[in-house]
Structures are given as C-alpha cells and as structure tokens.
C-alpha cells in the first residue's frame, strides 16, 4: 500500500506560479511511474504530466506544455509539480498518482492505469 499526500496547492494570479510536491511513504517509489492529474469542476480527470521511474523519460499535456515541470526524488520519496505561468482555465483539483512501471520507461496517460492516489490539492488561478 503506498500513501500520497500532495501539498503546495493554493490562489495565484494568472502569470504567477505554484509548486506542488507529493509525499509517498513507500521507500520504494522507484517501482512506480508517478503522474500528476487535474479535474476541473464538471470535467472528467485529465493527466497534466508523468514522470518514469528513474526520471528519464517524461510526458506533459499539450495544454502545459512549457510551462509546467515535472521532476522526481526517489530518495526524498517526493515527486514536484512545477507550474509558472499559469493561467485561470489550469485551476482545480490536483492529484497525485503512482503506478507500478517494473522496469520500463512507462508513462501512463489514463487514470484507470495508476493504482495509488492523493486526495488532491486545490489550485485556483485568478485573471
């Protein structure tokens, strides 16, 4: 069973920026393929970025693309979301979400893919 507790969530201003960072209490978070998703109020869960295991290979939604960043550190057990330059249709709940990727580079899109969650953080962005 892994635990995922994300953080860093809040308002910003549109142009400004957050980071959320995500705290697992497994020590074996380099077994898993983490991602970060998003679900707007009325809108299905939609992957924003993922990161494989060893932090090599990355993948970012074409609507964050540039200026959010993704980044992991498998001996802290904690994965970052880098969000600058944000804008008010980026605001809702993000979650936090491992799945286990054996030794592949994986980078799973769909959520039915991840099976541990966070219970989300808020972000709201204002114009």
């Known amino acids: 069973q892994v635990q995922l507790v994300e953080s860093g969530g809040g308002l910003a201003q549109a142009g400004g920026s957050l980071r959320l960072s995500c705290a697992a209490s497994t020590r074996t978070l380099s077994s898993y393929s983490m991602g970060w998703f998003r679900q707007a109020p009325g809108k299905e869960r939609e992957i924003v970025a993922a990161?494989?295991?060893?932090?090599?290979?990355?993948y970012y939604a074409d609507s964050v693309m540039g200026r959010f960043t993704i980044s992991r550190d498998n001996a802290e057990n904690t994965v970052i979301l880098q969000m600058n330059s944000l804008k008010p249709e980026d605001t809702a709940v993000f979650y936090c979400?491992?799945?286990?990727?054996?030794?592949?580079?994986?980078?799973?899109?769909?959520?039915?893919?991840?099976?541990?969650w966070g219970q989300g953080t808020q972000v709201s962005v204002s114009s």
């Open positions: 990161i494989s295991w060893d932090g090599i290979a990355r």
């Open positions: 979400a491992a799945a286990p990727s054996g030794s592949t580079r994986s980078l799973p899109h769909f959520p039915e893919s991840y099976d541990y």
